[in-house]
Nanobody
Framework: QVQLVESGGGLVQPGGFLRLSCAAS????????IAWFRQAPGKEREGVAC????????YYADSVKGRFTIARDNAKSMAYLQMNSLKPADTAVYYC??????????????????WGQGTQVTVSS
């Protein structure tokens, strides 16, 4: 059974940090690009970051570039999202996903095949 399980969300103050984890099982983790999405109340789901399956190239939304870092550990079938300098606008449910990455020199998009259940991140003072 395919599973993606997020953890690490919580409540932090503005300027704080969190590291989200995504544990994968039931599929060939190495063969999939991994992405993080988020959805805030009343907003559409937004792609945050993704990492390729082969060379591990990373891509970020402009809103998080320079603050967030995506990583993967294929030996552990794990993916991570390090979130620094958090802002109230980062408040959302964060989801990890596995799928096919389409990319060129200026843009990357992902077509997810599998989704996790999400973890809540709240940034508030």
């Amino acid at each position: 059974q395919v599973q993606l399980v997020e953890s690490g969300g919580g409540l932090v103050q503005p300027g704080g940090f969190l590291r989200l984890s995504c544990a994968a099982s039931g599929f060939a983790f190495d063969d999939y690009a991994i992405a993080w999405f988020r959805q805030a109340p009343g907003k559409e789901r937004e792609g945050v970051a993704c990492i390729s399956r082969g060379d591990g190239t990373t891509y970020y939304a402009d809103s998080v570039k320079g603050r967030f870092t995506i990583a993967r550990d294929n030996a552990k079938s794990m993916a991570y999202l390090q979130m620094n300098s958090l802002k109230p606008a980062d408040t959302a449910v964060y989801y990890c996903a596995a799928g096919t990455l389409n990319r060129n020199d200026v843009k990357a998009t992902i077509s997810p095949d599998y989704w996790g259940q999400g973890t809540q991140v709240t940034v508030s003072s």
